[in-house]
């Protein structure tokens, strides 16, 4: 059993910063890239940033040098650092990561519950 748990969303005004967490836990043998995704109301889910297990990272163009991933693989933890967040970036945030449970099982994909992110202008 995976679970992976997002926490640190809230609502902060524009020009302000956020700092998610989302921690895995259970049957983690190995847990290969994590990533943020992010789905705003009447919107698609969409990609906002990813990080590999050795560390590099990829961003959606809307948040390339305002927001950073990062990960500390000892603790089975992804960060994402949001700063001078935009009304725009409202949206119910969810942690994704590709993990093998074990050394026999294949990696699938699992999801956070998500945490909710209100930029208000």
């Known amino acids: 059993q995976v679970q992976l748990v997002e926490s640190g969303g809230g609502l902060v005004q524009s020009g302000g910063s956020l700092r998610l967490s989302c921690a895995a836990s259970?049957?983690?043998?190995?847990?290969?890239?994590m990533a943020w995704y992010r789905q705003a109301p009447g919107k698609q889910r969409e990609m906002v940033a990813t990080i590999t297990r050795g560390g590099t990272t990829n961003y959606a163009d809307s948040v390339k040098g305002r927001f950073t991933i990062s990960r500390e693989n000892a603790k089975n933890t992804v960060y994402l650092q949001m700063n001078s967040l935009k009304p725009e970036d409202t949206a119910v945030y969810y942690c994704?990561?590709?993990?093998?449970?074990?050394?026999?099982?294949?990696?699938?994909?699992?999801w956070g519950q998500g945490t909710q992110v209100t930029v208000s202008s």
């Open positions: 259970g049957s983690t043998f190995r847990i290969y890239t």
């Open positions: 994704h990561a590709n993990i093998a449970p074990d050394s026999a099982t294949p990696y699938r994909a699992y």
